[in-house]
């Protein structure tokens, strides 16, 4: 079992710039997340997935978009990159509530100039 | 919203002195969890606590779980280089789909 990975592992774009974010899970979680995590403010959650062809806003959705198209899959957009965006991203998966335990990925680091 | 506080923000100690990392909220969660981040890789999860009042160990790692299920601890014993990393708390609510709420963490450097 891979578990989760992540795609690219690191990338920069200018402003402006369009990316998208690959993560695929072999484990058959219905849940899936991506998070970003800057310095000092642990991990925020963008968007989330509770099943295939759902997706939902998390804590700080704007300037992204994603799509859950197939379980295993959930992919992160960027349609116009801004500097605030410079971070590093990490998608997640879960099996069910309550509990909630996740498994993370290796992470992506992007940087935008 | 709920959030998690955790502290303290930094902790730089030497090979063989003890710990406690806290993780307190004014929101009652119903399961809380410990992961530990290394540098360049995604956290990876230590422990989920479930019952108030809950205590837990893994090895050298203690960790409990407040009666009003609002806070929890870590405490490490005789800390080695080893643990060295960031340590994250993450509440999971009751209604949330399993969307967990993360402390800001705690850096520990470990000197040999």
């Known amino acids: 079992n891979a578990g989760v990975t992540q795609t690219p592992k690191f990338r920069v774009l200018k402003t402006g710039q369009s990316m998208t974010l690959l993560c695929a899970q072999d484990m058959n979680h219905e849940y899936m997340y991506w998070y970003r995590q800057d310095p000092g403010m642990g991990l925020r959650l963008i968007h989330y997935s509770v099943g295939e062809g759902t997706t939902a806003k998390g804590e700080v959705p704007d300037g992204y978009n994603v799509s859950r198209l197939k379980k295993q899959n959930f992919l992160l957009g960027l349609e116009s990159a801004a500097p605030s965006q410079t971070s590093v991203y990490f998608c997640?998966?879960?099996?069910?509530?309550?509990?909630?335990?996740?498994?993370f990925g290796p992470g992506t680091r992007l940087t935008v100039t | 919203t709920q959030l998690l506080e955790q502290s303290p923000q930094f902790l730089s100690i030497q090979e063989g002195e003890n710990l406690t990392v806290y993780c307190n909220s004014s929101s009652v969660f119903s399961s809380l969890q410990w992961y530990r981040q290394e540098p360049g890789e995604g956290p990876v999860l230590l422990v989920t606590v479930v019952t108030g009042g809950e205590v837990k160990k893994l090895k050298r790692l203690t960790f409990q779980f407040g009666d009003a299920r609002k806070d929890s601890s870590l405490h490490i014993t005789a800390a080695q280089p080893g643990d060295t990393g960031l340590y994250l708390c993450a509440g999971a609510g009751g209604t949330s789909y399993g969307k967990l709420t993360f402390g800001q963490g705690t850096i520990l450097t470990v000197h040999p």
């Open positions: 997640a998966s879960s099996y069910d509530r309550p509990k909630g335990e996740q498994y």
